[in-house]
């Protein structure tokens, strides 16, 4: 309950929307559940190339914005908290 793992393999899978599969395709696939363990102090991490950040915030935004949520704010909360981490090259 307090840990999930789950791949994303580009080159083996698909989306929802028959595209290849990126890690904002998970998140998005479960995003109900991670912002509530957020809100609960969880923690995230996104490790790889930088080039990946963009899709992956322009995704969270969009589901932060239909939650109801700033963004802008909800992110800086979790790197307040130090729950944000972000290893990229």
């Not at 307090?2 to 595209?19: M, P, T, V, W």
């Not at 990126?22 to 991490?45: C, P, R, S, T, W």
């Not at 589901?63 to 909800?74: I, R, S």
């Amino acid at each position: 309950d307090n840990f999930r793992l789950d791949y994303a393999i580009s080159r083996e899978q698909e989306n929802k929307k028959g595209g290849k599969m990126y890690v904002q395709d998970k998140v998005e696939e479960y995003a109900d559940e991670i912002f509530k363990k957020l809100d609960n102090g969880a923690h995230i991490y996104f490790c790889g190339l930088k080039g990946m950040m963009p899709g992956i915030q322009d995704m969270l935004k969009t589901v932060a914005e239909g939650k109801g949520l700033d963004y802008d704010e909800w992110s800086k909360g979790l790197k307040k908290k130090k729950q944000w981490h972000v290893e990229v090259y």
